[in-house]
Structures are given as C-alpha cells and as structure tokens.
C-alpha cells in the first residue's frame, strides 16, 4: 500500500504541473472519523477549493470529494485527505496504525479546528506520533509563501476568543505530514458566501491560503 501511495504521489505532482489533461489528475477525501464531532461539516468547502485550484493553480483535480474512514485501506488511495469538526474525536488502534502508516508512507492531512475540536484532536494526534512533537510553524515556512504570498503566516477568517490564528505541523523525516489549524476556520472560508455570510475579501484570502497549501504538497513536500 505505501508504494501505491508514493506512485500515486509522483503523477500527482507530474499531473499537477500539466494543464493540459482532460481527466482528473488526482482525487482529496475528506476523512470520517468516530467520537461524536461532525467530520461532516463545511460540506461546500472542499469542492470551492478545488475548483479555486483547478482555475487559478492550472490544477486539475478530481471536483468529486469523496469520504474515506481513518481505518480504511482506501485512505491509500488519496494523496491528500481533509478532516474538520467541531467535537469529540476517537482513533481506535487500528484506525492509529492505518493513519500512521499513510501519513509516514508519502499521504498529508490537513486539520482544520472548526472551533471546539481542539482539545480532542491534539491528544490524538500525540497518540498517532508519540515520538515527534507538533510544531508552530514559522511565518517564514514555505507554505505561506508558494503562489499567493502571506508574510505574517495563517490568515484569521472567524474571530474566537481574541486569539491570534496559528498553524502548527508534526514533521517526519524532514517532510510536513501533517498540518493543524487553530483558531482560524480555514475551511469556513472556504464555503459558498452564502453559509457564513463572509466578505469577497475573506473568502478569497482563505481560499488563497487553501490553495498555497494544495500547491506545497503537490509540488514542494
């Protein structure tokens, strides 16, 4: 499975660059997890994204989101995977070791704290790498700083508790594998205008950082 997944990571990135397939490159997935939080929210947000992407990126990946369960082997199957969420979340330890092995084998999870996720996901993020530690990226890491350009690091898209947004990352074998949103609603900004009522400007930086983050990982991770 690690193998399919790093093949499938080389024509991702060989796709990505060309502009000039009909087909879609590659597919993203959000993640469906146990615990209780609603894995299910911001249902308009990865499909914005894409198309965002496709349009401004010259990308060509799959506007069909699919679903895929953290214990599942078809995680394989999707060079980068999504989760959000507002609550409770549980990794049992086949679902840990699954997860783990996707993200070590060449996959990339972005997480995204859709505000009251935070004190369930970091434990379990401890609990998927014990012996790596999740960091505060700095402003001057590359995934601020790929097509659309953002000096003072993660943009702020919803205002919770007058904190700063912050993005953190767990690095393996000098490769980001994982990245964290906190304070943030990345992905709100992310969904038709019409769910949050966010300003054009908002939406578009928000979409501009989701697009800087598909472009690290595709072609700088």
């Given at each position: 499975m690690l193998a399919k997944l790093k093949c499938i990571l080389i024509l991702g990135t060989i796709l990505l660059i060309s502009s000039s397939f009909n087909i879609p490159s590659f597919q993203i997935a959000l993640l469906k997890y146990n615990g209780g939080g609603d894995w299910y929210a911001n249902p308009t947000s990865l499909p914005n994204l894409v198309k965002f992407a496709n349009q401004n990126l010259g990308t060509n990946i799959n506007e069909d989101i699919a679903t895929v369960d953290v214990g599942s082997p078809e995680i394989f199957n999707y060079p980068f995977?999504?989760?959000?969420?507002?609550?409770?979340?549980?990794?049992?330890?086949?679902?840990?070791?699954?997860?783990?092995?996707?993200?070590?084998g060449g996959g990339f999870l972005y997480i995204d704290d859709n505000y009251g996720m935070d004190k369930f996901i970091r434990p379990e993020i401890k609990k998927l790498f014990p012996e790596l530690t999740l960091v505060e990226l700095p402003v001057t890491f590359p995934i601020y700083h790929q097509k659309y350009e953002f000096p003072k690091g993660l943009p702020k898209i919803h205002e919770h508790d007058a904190l700063p947004a912050q993005g953190f990352g767990v690095i393996y074998e000098g490769r980001l594998i994982l990245y964290y949103t906190y304070q943030c609603d990345l992905g709100d900004g992310w969904e038709d205008q019409a769910v949050h009522h966010d300003s054009e400007a908002t939406r578009l930086k928000a979409l501009q950082m989701g697009a800087n983050l598909l472009q690290y990982v595709f072609t700088k991770n």
């Open positions: 995977i999504h989760m959000t969420g507002h609550g409770n979340v549980i990794f049992s330890a086949q679902e840990q070791k699954n997860l783990r092995d996707y993200l070590m």
